[in-house]
């Protein structure tokens, strides 16, 4: 029975792509295809100038897109087995597998180096240096966020709320008292957090959906408020003349007092846009670092083993309700501190900017990425709104090149880009257990 049942793995591990089972699935694919875009695609109807329906044929574009969905079948099903279960073989070679493995391991110094590089590479080519911000504003929102979704499992559908408070903190004092940028960071982030823990306690006591639901709530609340409270907000006026920051007291302007006369070097506007970029980037990796030191902690693992089972946390006697807080908080201090350099970055700001879309998509950046992950967070920022911006301008098929993208990566890898949910703490050794220790347990 011990060699039958060793030799049962091997059998599984050489199996290898089943072609009848393939194509089998792929021809039921393309007949669903016929019969989904037969009338979408097959018929065409317009209006005709008196009015009556006039209609013709289209079967070649109709052949084309059901050949795309039989190909395109095969070759989802060829990467299944290319990332598949182990039982199954691989298609890339031991050579090609170790290169993957090498090029994982290199490349966060390599998008490290090269993110601080993009503005002495791209110094004249403004758009490429706005670009940049926006991503690297997103890769912050994501990295928050990542905290109460990847690693407390709290699903929140209302964080452009924090992001709200963030960027109203810091317009409101700053154009009502005249605080500087630095200062008015930190109290947005304190704010926000605020924010954070009063969503929180609503919320001890509800999960999955009806969490989401909460969280949905509370940020169109936020929103409205921002809207009706018009002596404070502007309403949908919205706040113009924010303040923009300084280089340690001193601004980045063409007069004798700025950055650039004191260094004796011309003005330029792109000094300003450079300066945001680091400060941007600054903040970034500050949030990244914060998240990986507080993982390490009790209260990081609290929040890895409440994500994995909520019973069985409260049964270890963890304080949830302390935990949740946490995580609410946290990642509403790093929205904070994104809608505040967002204000500072526009010099105006209006309810417009903090719709439910924003929450959306920094959600979707988190689940894409990868729930827990830091770099797939990262690059999937960079992969949606780098995608968003490279179709720009093709509006109608923009949003369908985002939706199939979204479908072909959650098939291929349903924990995102680079999932990451291995525990924080594991033995590094195996631990030896002696034979009169197992013979006590016994007795």
């Known amino acids: 029975m011990g060699n039958v049942a060793a030799t049962v793995p091997t059998a599984q591990a050489t199996r290898g792509p ?59 099903e060829l990467l299944r087995y290319w990332w598949g279960p182990v039982e199954t073989i691989r298609i890339v070679p031991d050579g090609a597998t170790r290169a993957l493995a090498i090029g994982r391991r290199a490349i966060v110094p390599v998008l490290l180096v090269f993110t601080l590089l993009v503005p002495v590479i791209f110094y004249d080519q403004r758009y490429i ?4 911000i926006l991503v690297l504003t997103y890769v912050m929102l994501g990295w928050g966020l990542n905290i109460v979704v990847g690693l407390a499992g709290l699903l929140d559908l209302g964080y452009v709320a924090f992001y709200a408070v963030g960027a109203y903190s ?75 920051p300084s280089f340690f007291g001193i601004p980045l302007t063409p007069g004798p007092d700025g950055l650039a006369a004191l260094l004796g070097i011309a003005f330029s506007p792109t000094h ?8 941007i980037l600054a903040l970034a990796l500050v949030t990244n670092w914060v998240t990986i030191r507080l993982r390490r902690l009790p209260i990081g693992r609290a ?5 994995e089972d909520e019973v069985a946390c409260r049964a270890l006697g963890i304080n949830t309700t ?40 920094v959600l979707a950046i988190v689940v894409l990425g990868g729930m827990g992950s830091q770099l797939g967070v990262a690059l999937a920022a960079v992969a949606l709104i780098g995608g968003f911006e490279l179709f720009r301008g093709l509006d109608q098929y923009r949003m369908l ?17 680079i999932g990451h949910r291995a525990p924080t ?7 030896v257990i002696s034979a009169e220790l197992v013979e006590d347990a016994r007795a």
């Open 18 to 76: 089943d072609v009848a089972f393939i194509f089998k699935k792929a021809l039921i694919s393309a007949i669903v295809a016929l019969v989904l875009f037969s009338l979408m695609i097959g018929i065409r109807t317009e209006a005709g100038p008196s009015g009556q329906l006039i209609w013709w044929t289209r079967f070649g574009d109709l052949g084309l897109m059901v050949a795309g969905v039989f190909g395109g079948s095969i070759v989802v």
């Open 303 to 307: 929040w890895e083993a409440l994500r």
């Open 322 to 361: 302390t935990t949740k807080l946490t995580a609410f908080a946290t990642g509403a201090m790093f929205a904070g501190f994104a809608g505040a350099f967002f204000a500072t970055r526009q010099g105006f700001i209006s309810p417009e900017s903090f719709t439910f879309q924003e929450s959306a998509l």
């Open 272 to 279: 300003r846009i450079v300066f945001l970029f680091y400060v």
């Open 401 to 417: 090149v985002f939706g199939v993208a979204m479908v072909l990566l959650m098939i291929w890898r349903p924990r995102g880009l």
């Open 425 to 431: 703490v594991f033995l590094q050794q195996e631990k």
């Open 129 to 132: 240096l706005d670009l940049g």
């Open 170 to 244: 810091y317009a409101l004092l700053a154009t009502t008292y005249g605080l500087s940028f630095w200062i008015c960071l930190p109290l947005a982030g304190i704010l926000a957090a605020f924010f954070g823990v009063l969503l929180g306690f609503p919320v001890l006591r509800l999960r999955g959906d009806y969490l989401a639901i909460v969280t949905l709530a509370f940020g169109e609340i936020i929103r409205l408020v921002i809207i009706n409270w018009q002596h404070l907000t502007g309403g949908p006026n919205g706040i113009s003349g924010i303040p923009r």
